[in-house]
């Protein structure tokens, strides 16, 4: 079984500073993991996934993420932020190994960050 | 139009009223997943389809029933609604590969009064 972590449920942060949202997994098989952002009344839409080789992740609008095996971490970094980044964000984790929940996602809590003027 | 289409995008029903949530995909996915959203719980697996013929619970099957018409069609439906069934609702399909991650519909906010 698979779980997943989001270390802070709200972060604010002002408009071009840097921010750093946090995630944990623990899973006792190879995964894939993925982070995913909704905006205000709309669905999720994927930001970045790391599969296999390069640590250091990059997504779309200027995200980046880096996997750390042995902290068992995915933290999504951006070094400034605007205030249309104001969104909630999950992280998630995709078991890899084969067998029935192969390919299934589970998702953490949520982080809603909300980037001020 | 959208990959992942959900109707209605609202809705708001009475308690004990039967109500069918519909979702159709052009992604040409096998697998299709029904998830509810509430706040600070994250997105929690209610049913979810491998293929036509396979239907799996998840997480919070209880009260919540589902239809796999065809490939592109998983439909969720609550037989008796309840208060506590108040939340956002989203479909989301995934191809045969671990590594795509998934589509997501735009929700259906459900109120149940």
């Known amino acids: 079984a698979q779980s997943v972590t989001q270390l802070d449920s709200q972060v604010p942060v002002f408009e071009e500073a840097p921010v750093e949202l946090r995630c944990n997994y623990s899973?006792?098989?190879?995964?894939?993991l993925f982070w995913y952002v909704q905006y205000p009344n709309q669905g999720l839409q994927l930001l970045l996934k790391?599969?296999?080789?390069?640590?250091l992740v990059k997504g779309i609008n200027g995200f980046e993420a880096e996997f750390n095996k042995s902290q068992t971490s995915f933290h999504l970094r951006k070094p400034s932020v605007h205030i249309s980044d104001t969104a909630e964000y999950f992280c998630?984790?995709?078991?890899?190994?084969?067998?029935?929940?192969?390919?299934?996602?589970?998702f953490g809590q949520g982080t809603i960050l909300t980037v001020h003027p | 139009d959208a990959d992942v289409t959900q109707t209605p995008r609202n809705r708001i029903t009475k308690t004990g009223k039967r109500i069918m949530l519909e979702c159709s995909q052009t992604?040409?996915?096998?697998?299709m997943y029904w998830y509810r959203q509430d706040p600070g719980l994250g997105l929690q697996l209610i049913y979810y389809?491998?293929?036509?013929?396979?239907?799996n619970k998840g997480e919070i099957s209880d009260g919540y029933s589902v239809s796999r018409q065809a490939q592109a069609k998983f439909s969720l439906s609550l037989e008796s609604a309840i208060p506590n069934q108040t939340a956002l609702y989203f479909c989301?399909?995934?191809?045969?590969?671990?590594?795509?991650?998934?589509?997501f519909g735009s929700g259906t906010r459900l109120t149940v009064v």
């Open positions: 998630a984790v995709s078991d890899n190994a084969g067998g029935t929940s192969y390919g299934k996602l589970t």
């Open positions: 989301a399909t995934s191809g045969l590969r671990a590594s795509g991650g998934y589509t």
């Open positions: 899973s006792s098989v190879s995964v894939y």
């Open positions: 389809s491998f293929d036509v013929k396979d239907i």
């Open positions: 790391y599969l296999s080789g390069s640590t």
């Open positions: 992604k040409g996915h096998d697998r």
